[in-house]
């Protein structure tokens, strides 16, 4: 507690403590309330509020010897009628709003206990309206009145007090300080059982308030500059500033301070202003009033002159004006200590100045604005919308009213549909944490209730797929004007370019562009797009393996984007949807891209993935974008009968692990799944065939079609640690791919069929079910087994004993790594499987040890299938594929 | 020395005299007193102070206080009030 604090005497600290435990208990036993309970006591009160409205502003006007008294009732009836308008239908209990798009309610959580610090300038007012607050959202609020206020406020709090509870309130739910001084008010801000400060006072008790170490909400000290520009309608914006700025003799802080004028409109409006009874100060009035009304010493105003009408004023200075003039105008060529009246002046005074420009006044504006009235409120007065949007712009006010009064614009509810307060939040500029209107929502804990939602999922394939022997046939129905096809020397010599030449319609004029069999680099593809360009071709068709096919992706991509930047499209994203780079979608040409496979491994003829290799980086580029899917996929196996045991093995083997890893992947779903697991299926069935009989044309067919269907499997669900893992320890060994998986695969699926040190969050799963999805595949391949553990200890068996059917080493030592090198090797290797995303998808989220140990794992090789305790999770749900 | 159990149902339309009423029966040399809340639905400022005393009263006598039955809103009020912690509760 601050020192303020201590020189409190022990006597009062009892009356103080016992205050503040009459407004806890209140609190807390208005948490039983409804929503029908405060909103049945919030309208009787308003009523009452009503009622006394004129009562309590002559208590006022007696009391502080501020304002007016007419004034001064009408903001009784603003701060009950108006509040209530607002409030009436608003939810302050229970649930308060509800977003069904988004799964989410928001609730009302009170407060607790309010210390409420009230001023001199609207006592009575700022009681009714915070009374009404506090009932409406359920909480308890202690009053600690202005002490030249002290007698109104207490009789509006006692008004107030005792129409709500006789009406169900619970006792002791509004205090008043009473004899109350600094100290009083400094150990309540502390106290541990006051939740919310709320002081609308002078900047002194306002900073108090913020220096509590409490939640606060603090009026700033206002500035209001109005521009008066040469299009406003006029006779309305000079009946508006008197209205405003006489309204209770200037009290209110939002009302006009200096009014900036066009030239072209300065005499008019001045005129105008004196024919509707203001004095117009020459030059000598005008700084015999700046040194009379501002303290010279603080350059802020004279507490004499506040809330005083205009002939008091002029009476100060020795002045002589008419009967019942409303207002003293004083022109000023400045802003700043030189010119005093440039300042806050809570009385009728109003300092005007000539400006020679648009871009003047909104300068004269600004300086205002930043001479004491950060973050309040400023006016313009305008027709000219680039104007007013400017204004906006640059001048910092919680509200800038447009063609309407300062002061009671700013009240809201009036004229505009501001909410109606009595306190302005005047945001960081006036020291404060909001710039709104302080409303009941301020006085209200606001918690959310967000239930789970499920993300949006997707299912993305190419237009269309064609598939079986003779599919290229399919290549006559395709039209095209200009046809490249991009392919490497290998298909050349085989003659399999030949095979797609003769199924192109003979009106399509044909060129063919021949790249290295090995994965593109930039330089070739840029050459690729030259030809396509060249040609104007409306159609590509890629020949080849997944380097062809990745190559002729961005040619297509670079040569209908000619400005996509390869760089910045392969920046890392963790969810495609919520990716910050997005791929371009303005085209400046069209190509139609058919891929035809001549491997079955990589699936790329339905994939939205492609590798580049820039060798002048030494790095490799992965794009990655639906956009680079294929438009058409033909899935022949005439094209891969002779492909080689070896070639068929690793590739197989790719295709598996795609299947198996898109099966586990927490992006999996039903419609990811049924390809997924069958495409395990298949490779179990074929694999071996193809390998030991690679002419048999059956089993050459399925696996064609097993890598396409675990390709669209993987596209939408992705891959998993297994390729991580492959892809570091095959970059930094020149291990393939396909054989790279291989050596992982049987540890990765007892890796992930185990209980995970780290889970990955996975919002479209319920639970970790990876254990379950391999005894499910385990199942659908007819493994045997009881229980999930004995089902997933046979499917690794089987995995193990299709690797050895294709003689794919046992271990990462039967390729000849000593084991000094691959240790060496083991922190790069295991910061770059780290970096690799796609273990993102996997559903146990591997720690840099867990690599290394799977890494090591591989090294020594596969043996007997080891389960960890893993798969005996209960089984709590049938996995649905 | 005596254990002396008291059971004392509170009528939820008079906590507070209910209250009252339990506190004239607490035993001075200790002992354990349950109070059965369930027919208590809000509770007031009046009860709660009643309450309030009825704990000072129960410590000072070294009597242990086992509140019954108590709702989730009623519960929620003797936290805010930081009455829950010298109570026992039972469902």
């Given at each position: ?65 501020l ?14 009628e ?49 009374c009404?607050?506090a ?156 040194r ?36 003293l ?45 950060l ?14 949007r ?110 797609v ?26 050459q ?96 990655a ?99 991580a893992l ?25 890796f ?6 780290k ?26 087994g ?33 084991k ?52 005996q ?9 | ?34 109070l ?13 102070r ?9 410590d ?22 930081r ?9």
């Amino acid at each position: 507690m601050s020192d303020m604090t201590e020189t409190v005497t022990d006597e009062r600290i009892v009356y103080l403590e016992e205050l503040v435990h009459q407004a806890k208990t209140a609190a807390a036993v208005f948490t039983q309330y409804t929503q029908e309970d405060v909103d049945r006591i919030v309208k009787i009160m308003v009523v009452a509020g009503l009622e006394q409205a004129q009562y309590l502003a002559r208590l006022a006007i007696e009391e502080t010897k501020l304002g007016v008294m007419e004034d001064k009732a009408l903001k009784n009836m603003v701060a009950t009628e108006f509040v209530y308008n607002y409030v009436k239908d608003k939810r302050t209990v229970g649930q308060i709003a509800e977003f069904p798009e988004r799964n989410m309610v928001e609730m009302a959580e009170p407060i607790g206990v309010i210390f409420s610090l009230l001023p001199i300038t609207n006592p009575t007012s700022t009681v009714l309206f915070k009374c009404i607050m506090a009932i409406k959202t359920r909480n308890a609020v202690i009053f600690s009145p202005h002490p030249a206020a002290n007698h109104c406020c207490y009789e509006a709090v006692r008004i107030m007090y005792e129409t709500a509870v006789k009406h169900g309130a619970p006792e002791g739910v509004f205090t008043c300080l009473e004899s109350h001084n600094l100290q009083d008010n400094a150990y309540v801000m502390h106290h541990k059982d006051v939740g919310l400060i709320d002081a609308t006072g002078g900047p002194g008790m306002v900073k108090a308030a913020y220096s509590s170490g409490k939640p606060a909400l603090g009026v700033g000290p206002g500035n209001t500059p109005v521009y008066l520009e040469k299009s406003a309608d006029l006779s309305m914006a000079v009946v508006d500033i008197i209205t405003s700025k006489t309204f209770d003799n200037g009290t209110i802080c939002a009302s006009e301070q200096t009014v900036v004028i066009d030239d072209e409109i300065y005499d008019i409006v001045l005129r105008k202003f004196e024919e509707l009874g203001s004095h117009i100060c020459n030059e000598k009035e005008t700084d015999l009033l700046g040194r009379t009304v501002i303290d010279p010493k603080t350059g802020f105003m004279q507490p004499m002159a506040v809330g005083q009408n205009a002939t008091t004023i002029a009476r100060m200075i020795g002045l002589k004006v008419k009967p019942h003039t409303k207002l003293l105008i004083a022109p000023i060529q400045g802003v700043g200590r030189e010119h005093p009246l440039s300042v806050e002046k809570l009385f009728p005074v109003l300092a005007v100045y000539r400006a020679k420009s648009v871009e003047e006044a909104l300068k004269v504006c600004i300086d205002v604005n930043h001479a004491g009235g950060l973050g309040h409120t400023a006016v313009v007065f305008s027709r000219n919308d680039d104007v007013i949007r400017k204004f906006g712009e640059v001048i910092n006010a919680g509200r800038i009213i447009v063609n309407s009064p300062g002061s009671v614009g700013a009240l809201g509810g009036i004229y505009n549909d501001m909410v109606p307060t009595f306190s302005f939040g005047c945001g960081t500029g006036g020291g404060n944490s909001t710039t709104d209107n302080v409303n009941v929502f301020h006085y209200l804990n606001i918690k959310r209730v967000a239930r789970r939602t499920q993300a949006h999922m997707w299912f993305r394939v190419p237009n269309q797929i064609y598939f079986n022997l003779n599919a290229v046939e399919n290549l006559r129905q395709l039209k095209s004007r200009s046809t490249i096809i991009i392919t490497n020397p290998a298909m050349e010599q085989i003659g399999h370019l030949d095979v797609v030449r003769r199924n192109i319609p003979p009106e399509t004029l044909v060129h063919v562009s021949v790249i290295p069999d090995a994965e593109p680099e930039v330089n070739v593809v840029m050459q690729g797009v030259e030809a396509l360009k060249f040609y104007r071709v409306d159609q590509i068709i890629a020949l080849g393996g997944g380097s062809v096919i990745d190559a002729a992706k961005i040619m297509k991509l670079k040569y209908e984007s000619p400005e996509a930047d390869l760089e910045e499209l392969a920046a890392p994203f963790l969810d495609m949807r919520k990716r910050v780079v997005q791929y371009p979608t303005e085209k400046v040409n069209h190509a139609r891209l058919i891929a035809i496979s001549t491997t079955s491994g990589t699936g790329s003829e339905v994939t939205p993935f492609a590798v580049l290799t820039d060798k002048e980086q030494g790095r490799k580029v992965t794009l990655a974008d639906y956009s680079l899917t294929p438009d058409v996929a033909i899935v022949d196996p005439q094209f891969v009968m002779s492909m080689p045991k070896g070639l068929t093995a690793d590739t197989g083997i790719d295709c598996l692990t795609h299947a198996m890893e898109a099966g586990v992947s927490i992006y999996a779903s039903p419609y990811t799944d049924s390809n997924a697991f069958q495409a395990t299926r298949l490779v179990f069935k074929y694999l071996p065939i193809a390998y030991e009989q690679p002419n048999d044309e059956e089993a050459r067919t399925m696996m064609h079609n097993a890598a396409c269907i675990a390709a669209i499997a993987f596209s939408n669900a992705s891959v998993g640690v297994n390729h991580a893992l492959a892809h570091a320890f095959g970059a930094r060994f020149h291990v393939a791919h396909g054989r790279a998986n291989a050596l992982m695969l049987p540890h990765v699926i007892a890796f992930n069929a185990g209980v995970p040190t780290k889970f990955m969050p996975s919002p479209n799963q319920r639970g970790y079910i990876a254990h379950e999805k391999y005894a499910l595949a385990a199942e659908l391949l007819g493994l045997g087994g009881s229980t999930v553990e004995e089902k997933v200890k046979n499917l690794i068996v089987a995995t193990e004993q299709l690797l050895d059917q294709l003689a794919i080493p046992r271990s990462i030592a039967e390729l000849g790594i000593s084991k000094e090198d691959f240790e060496r090797a083991m922190p790069d290797m295991v910061k770059i499987a780290f970096d690799d995303p796609s273990w993102r998808s996997n559903p146990r989220m591997p720690l840099l040890s867990e690599l290394a140990e799977l890494f090591w794992s591989a090294y020594k090789g596969r043996g007997p299938a080891k389960v960890e305790a893993a798969s005996q999770q209960p089984h709590e749900e049938e996995v649905q594929v | 020395m005596t254990m002396i159990d008291v059971w004392v149902e509170i009528d939820g339309n008079r906590v507070a005299q209910a209250l009252h009423e339990a506190g004239e029966k607490l035993a001075s040399d200790g002992g354990d007193v349950f109070l059965d809340f369930s027919a208590v639905r809000r509770i007031d400022p009046s009860g709660l102070r009643a309450l309030e005393d009825f704990a000072g009263a129960a410590d000072g006598k070294a009597v242990r206080v086992t509140l019954r039955g108590v709702n989730v809103d009623v519960y929620k009020v003797l936290k805010l009030a930081r009455l829950s912690s010298r109570f026992s509760m039972v469902n």
